[in-house]
């Protein structure tokens, strides 16, 4: 394969995470609108019952996935290597996963106000952890390119 068509490969393939990569964003920016209108008028207009709890809890994972996906996206083409040219789009929907589930988490255990810093801490590496061990399963498949 000559050098032509290496470049022309690389030139389709960053246009399409190019492409992946925005709609994903925008999907995001889209799920933060919705869990945080959705938070909002659920705290206006709804008494603190059961399953308002558990609709806020919904809510507040997806606006919190939400708002994080443009982080993650940022933050990956930023810090990976080739500029985030083989992070695939649900790496970064579950990246921001992670995240929507910390924040989540720690507001569940506020309630009984069990959560403190460092239970937080531990959580959040243990939220690392899984993620850095998912990365290197992924890392190690062989996928024929």
Known sequence: MS??????QRHARRQYV?????????AGILMAAGGWA???????????DV?????????????????A???VRYLNKRFSRQRGLF??????????????ILGTSCAWLLIPRLLSFPLALVLF??????????RIRERTQWHPE
Request: aromatic residues 10%; hydrophobic residues 55%; proline residues 6%.
């Open 3 to 8: 050098s032509i068509e290496k470049a022309q």
């Open 18 to 26: 190019e492409a992946t990569h925005a709609s994903v964003v925008a």
């Open 38 to 48: 959705g938070l909002v008028w659920l705290i206006t207009n709804h008494l603190p």
């Open 51 to 67: 399953p308002g709890r558990w609709m806020f809890f919904a809510l507040l994972h997806i606006a919190l996935t939400g708002t």
């Open 69 to 71: 996906l443009p982080l």
């Open 87 to 100: 992070i695939e789009p649900g790496v970064l929907v579950r990246q921001a996963t992670w995240f929507g």
């Open 125 to 134: 590496f243990a939220l690392v952890g899984i993620e850095i061990m998912l």
